[in-house]
């Protein structure tokens, strides 16, 4: 059964720290690995990450997929009160238009 | 870009009546929509994929019955939730795939919270 994991579940760190999520993921024919960022509601859309070693950058958002050893990191530096939320990973399949999502890691950012 | 409107929001209900939630697409077609239920503190558990013209595909454990989707255009998916009980009080949040190169990204709707008294 396919399996996405994310850690940790929760982190709670101050204003300006770097910070470090860990998604990996278990799929029998791997497609695509996609990060959202969930506040109050809709999960908004950061990443979709497809080949291993090639980072995707976004502001101060960054993330990076290892397909052999079957994870991704989320990394966000300097940290502001804005990037608390709950963040999710999903993979998707090939051959399937669903994607698996983990449980998010919720990231609070203190003052 | 890639925006999904997701109406109501918010609805109260008593048990046994029916509700209907919408979703659709703003500026992109999407031939393929998706339904998910969202637990508190818990991940998105997808209930059923919606297809353009074509009945939809639901996930194990999802009564098609209870769940009515109806996706009658490129850009508008409908869930009707018949005969609501207490337990089918839930966070849906519907998203839609846009096509072309970018396939398998999926956006999100802002939700709809669903209580039935």
Known sequence: EDKVVQSPLSLVVHEGDTVTLNCSY????FRSLLWYKQEKKAPTFLFMLTSSGIEKKSGRLSSILDKKELFS??????TQTGDSAVYLCAVGEGGSEK???GKGTKLTVNP | GAVVSQHPSWVICKSGTSVKIECRSLDFQATTMFWYRQFPKQSLMLMATSNEGSKATYEQGVEKDKFLINH???TLSTLTVTS???E???FYI??????????????FGAGTRLSVL
């Open chain 2, 88 to 90: 089918d009080s839930s």
């Open chain 1, 26 to 29: 278990e799929v029998t024919n």
């Open chain 2, 72 to 74: 009658a255009s490129l």
């Open chain 1, 73 to 78: 990191i989320l990394n966000i530096t300097a």
């Open chain 2, 84 to 86: 609501a009980h207490p």
């Open chain 1, 99 to 101: 994607l698996v999502f």
């Open chain 2, 94 to 107: 519907c998203s839609a795939r846009e096509g072309g190169r970018a396939k398998n990204i999926q956006y």
